[in-house]
């Protein structure tokens, strides 16, 4: 099995996830879900290997969540996975699934934990913070 990143190139945390899986020795598939969409099993598979729930999954900034009323109390899981389905911006990125598990990888430094090898060093967080040092080890 190979790693699959649910992926956003227009979001600074799944471009940088991406760049650690590849700098791995990795190439993963790449689902860019924006243009694929969501299917309400594939989001019930996915955050039930990640151990999430629709709620935890949920952007709520820089989404239309407020607008569709998604972060009122009361608001139930299948809202929220049919709101997914019909604005896929909504679910959180990037989820990466590899043999190693599925993740919500934010912080991007998450993914780590689902490579075989780590990519050598340095390498940065988007926000320029250091996620790998010149020795190839974890920083943090």
Not at 5 to 31: D, F, W
Not at 73 to 102: C, F, Q, W, Y
Request: glycine residues 8%; hydrophobic residues 40%; contains cysteine.
């Amino acid at each position: 099995m190979s790693i699959v990143i649910h992926h956003n190139p227009g979001c600074g945390t799944s471009r940088n996830v991406l760049e650690l899986i590849r700098a791995s020795g990795t190439e993963p598939v790449v689902i860019e879900y924006l243009d694929t969409g969501w299917t309400k099993p594939q989001l019930l598979a996915l955050f039930a290997a990640a151990g999430l729930n629709p709620r935890d999954a949920l952007r709520t900034t820089k989404s239309p969540a407020a607008e569709l009323g998604l972060l009122e109390d009361g608001v139930d899981d299948e809202t929220l996975l049919d709101a997914m389905v019909a604005h896929p911006v909504l679910v959180n990125r990037p989820i990466v699934a590899s043999p190693r598990g599925v993740r919500l990888c934010r912080p991007s430094e998450r993914v780590l934990d689902l490579l075989d090898r780590l990519p050598p060093g340095p390498l940065f967080k988007e926000d320029g913070s250091p996620v790998i040092d010149t020795e190839g080890r974890r920083v943090g």
